[in-house]
């Protein structure tokens, strides 16, 4: 279907409509063209990639990337793609395809796995890729949370990641790239959704943290984007039936340690009980996460006032 920025529906475009049936589509705007990945659950197909214009025009019969059966996710540095997908009990895998839709090189696998059914998500970071996806490979046997860093030519850098590692499950995975560095979100039990700030460099940045409130509600299938100055996360939140609840308190570009131009801040040292002369104002830790509470502990925090004006905050006792 096309859609209006001002969301009007323009047209349905069948997309893959052949007997046998096509599901899970992801989908990637590379060069000129969208280029959509499939399961094609047809005999001797598989995960499929076609070029759709921006008119809604079908442009290719399609290009079997692999007989992969599970989950295809893709995305573009702007003229090649990765597409990704999973594999019952042998793997996350990986291959490239061009600005034509068109596979290149051969399939890689990104991660072996221990279990099934895992759905696999990738993100373009400025140089690589980064590829996460949950799997049962943990000495507890639960479920975590691995990632992996993937050069545009298809080439595995450096080592898995293990990105979320706990008592309970982990597992529905999602990310987003903000110009400087990825941030994971992903499922908790069954009723946190989590975060985790990633560098370009697959190396963690900071720890975990929770997105969603402390209530004991069941959640699933989280999702985020980066904003021009947010991260929005939603997830389906069960109330008497399921709801779609959403977060946008994680700021982004606070990080002091980003660029250059970003370390300039105006910066002022006040006591922790000093907050209470400031009114209107959001408190946000170098992490970008809002502090809900005044009451907070001495370190060095970001303060907004109004709309765009940040301060950086060395708070003392």
């Given amino acids: 279907m096309r859609v209006t920025p001002q969301m009007e529906i323009l047209d349905t475009v069948y997309i893959g409509n052949e007997e046998g049936g096509q599901n899970i589509p992801a989908i990637t705007f590379a060069n000129e063209n969208y280029i959509v990945a499939f399961l094609d659950m047809r005999p001797g197909k598989g995960i499929i990639t076609k070029r759709i214009s921006p008119q809604g025009i079908i442009l290719d019969t399609g290009y079997t990337v692999d007989d992969g059966n599970n989950n295809p996710d893709i995305a573009t540095d702007g003229t090649r793609s990765l597409v990704v997908w999973s594999k019952e009990f042998v793997g996350v895998l990986g291959r490239c395809v061009d600005s034509l839709a068109k596979p290149e090189d051969s399939v890689f696998t990104v991660g072996a796995l221990l279990g099934s059914s895992t759905a696999p998500k990738v993100a373009y970071g400025g140089s690589n890729y980064l590829v996460v996806w949950s799997d049962f490979n943990s000495p507890v046997g639960d479920l975590d949370i691995f990632g992996q860093v993937v050069s545009t030519q298809g080439q595995l850098v450096d080592e898995r990641i293990t990105i979320a590692r706990g008592a309970e499950i982990q597992?529905?995975?999602?990310?987003?790239?903000?110009?400087?560095?990825?941030?994971?979100?992903?499922?908790?039990?069954?009723?946190?959704?989590?975060?985790?700030?990633?560098?370009?460099?697959?190396?963690?940045?900071?720890?975990?943290?929770?997105?969603?409130?402390?209530?004991?509600?069941?959640?699933?299938?989280?999702?985020?984007?980066?904003?021009?100055?947010?991260?929005?996360?939603?997830?389906?939140?069960?109330?008497?039936?399921?709801?779609?609840?959403?977060?946008?308190?994680?700021?982004?570009?606070?990080?002091?340690?980003?660029?250059?131009?970003?370390?300039?801040?105006?910066?002022?040292?006040?006591?922790?009980n000093s907050l209470s002369q400031f009114t209107r104002y959001d408190i946000f830790d170098i992490a970008g996460r809002r502090v809900r509470t005044n009451q907070v502990?001495?370190?060095?925090?970001?303060?907004?006032?109004?709309?765009y004006t940040l301060v950086k905050v060395i708070i003392i006792k």
Avoid: M
Avoid at 218 to 239: C, D, K, M, T
């Fill in 297 to 307: 502990e001495p370190g060095i925090y970001f303060i907004k006032f109004g709309e």
């Fill in 171 to 272: 597992k529905s995975p999602n990310l987003a790239f903000d110009g400087s560095r990825y941030i994971i979100t992903w499922l908790e039990g069954i009723s946190k959704i989590c975060g985790q700030f990633v560098g370009t460099n697959g190396k963690l940045i900071g720890s975990a943290f929770q997105i969603s409130d402390t209530t004991s509600i069941e959640r699933q299938f989280p999702s985020i984007a980066a904003g021009s100055s947010n991260y929005l996360v939603a997830w389906a939140e069960y109330h008497n039936g399921f709801d779609i609840y959403g977060s946008a308190e994680n700021l982004i570009n606070v990080n002091e340690e980003k660029t250059t131009t970003r370390k300039n801040f105006p910066t002022v040292i006040i006591c922790a």
